[in-house]
């Protein structure tokens, strides 16, 4: 059975404040918590090692996923090389089959497009559909709720419309 809903973060830092952030807007999204959550910098080394059948089946469980928020700092206007190299494994075109949110946390507005110009493009190109604009949050104010406020409000409808009628509904 495949994942629902699921988040995959690229922060080179375990249990950061990118996988908080990233776990929150799921919850917001869909009113529960994700089914999958990927903190690639637990991966270690399987990342470099293309058999790892551990990296294959989160490859797998993550491109079946219906919703995926994918989250990574933003470093030199860019996500992180460690979120590149888990991106890598998608197949072009076919790789994510349902819906992505590109978010980014960044030290400050002057890294605001970073998730339109750098991550939503690469994830329309691995077959997600992106709902809306990608999300730029500054990292100071990660777990201020007021962060997400307009960009969840512009999102949600999109979200919950095409989940419900792909899976019969979110709660």
Do not use: C, Q
Request: aromatic share 6%; proline share 6%; no cysteine.
């Amino acid at each position: 059975m495949s994942e629902r809903v699921a988040v995959v973060v690229g922060n080179p830092k375990p249990a950061s404040r990118t996988l908080t952030a990233a776990s929150y807007v799921a919850h917001e999204l869909t009113g529960r918590e994700p089914d999958l959550v990927v903190d690639l910098a637990t991966l270690g080394s399987a990342l470099l090692d293309w058999s790892s059948a551990e990296v294959a089946d989160l490859v797998k469980r993550i491109g079946d996923a219906d919703l995926v928020v994918v989250a990574s700092p933003t470093y030199k206007g860019a996500y992180t090389g460690l979120l590149k190299l888990f991106l890598d494994r998608f197949a072009a075109g076919t790789g994510l089959t349902g819906l992505a949110v590109p978010l980014m946390l960044g030290g400050s507005p002057a890294h605001a497009l970073s998730p339109e110009l750098t991550l939503r493009p690469v994830l329309t190109e691995l077959g997600a559909t992106v709902p809306g604009r990608g999300l730029f949050v500054v990292d100071t104010a990660y777990d201020d709720p007021a962060a997400y406020v307009r960009w969840l409000d512009d999102t949600r409808p999109v979200v919950e419309a095409v989940l419900g009628s792909r899976v019969g509904g979110v709660a």
